[in-house]
T-cell receptor, first 113, second 111 residues
């Protein structure tokens, strides 16, 4: 069965901490892995990962994919209260069901001042 | 470039009323999706459309119907709204490069 699992489901940290969010997947004919940030509105795109070992970076956020072990991590350094959100992982694939797209349940990050 | 446009943004319905959520994308994408999002449940797929003229059920299709009118538009209809359908609804489309684009969301309350 195709699936995407995110961990932890929720996380509370203090400003300045570094956090690592995890996304593991099992899908048929993997195409890419996407990370989104969702505040109280539509998800906004962060990263698309297609190749193993190549880090994508945007400011304090970075992400990397391991296609051998079937997971990705999203790192946030020097967290700020504005990083508080739900972080979603999505995996488009081919040849399966559910529209060939699966979302994880998300990790709810709360950053305390 | 508007991306994915979704209407209405907010709606209150009485139990038993019907309504249609409209979604349109101007990016020439084949695949379009309707999700609902409830607290603690993540995004749950209601229906999707892999191409114009085709639709398929997702994880939670009961109580909903969809129509892929053309390549641009993918509408979601609630024939007889129930309080359990109170939720936030997102329309999305998928590019050939596998990026997912979301509409702004529709906040629906059924009383």
């Amino acid at each position: 069965e195709d699936k995407v699992v995110q961990s932890p489901l929720s996380l509370v940290v203090h400003e300045g901490d570094t956090v690592t969010l995890n996304c593991s997947y099992e899908v048929t004919n993997f195409r890419s892995l996407l990370w989104y940030k969702q505040e109280k509105k539509a998800p906004t795109f962060l990263f698309m990962l297609t190749s193993s070992g190549i880090e994508k970076k945007s400011g304090r956020l970075s992400s990397i994919l391991d296609k051998k072990e079937l997971f990705s991590i999203l790192n946030i350094t020097a967290t700020q209260t504005g990083d508080s959100a739900v972080y979603l992982c999505a995996v488009p694939f081919e040849g399966g069901s559910q529209g060939n797209l699966i979302f994880g349940k998300g990790t709810k990050l709360s950053v305390k001042p | 470039n508007a991306g994915v446009t979704q209407t209405p943004k907010f709606q209150v319905l009485k139990t038993g009323q019907s309504m249609t959520l409209q979604c349109a994308q101007d990016m020439n994408h084949n695949s379009m999706y309707w999700y609902r999002q409830d607290p603690g449940m993540g995004l749950r797929l209601i229906y999707y459309s892999a191409s114009e003229g085709t639709t398929d059920k997702g994880e939670v299709p009961n109580g909903y119907n969809v129509s892929r009118l053309n390549k641009r538009e993918f509408s979601l209809r609630l024939e007889s709204a129930a309080p359990s359908q109170t939720s936030v609804y997102f329309c999305a489309s998928r590019s050939s490069g596998n990026t997912i684009y979301f509409g702004e969301g529709s906040w629906l309350t059924v009383v």
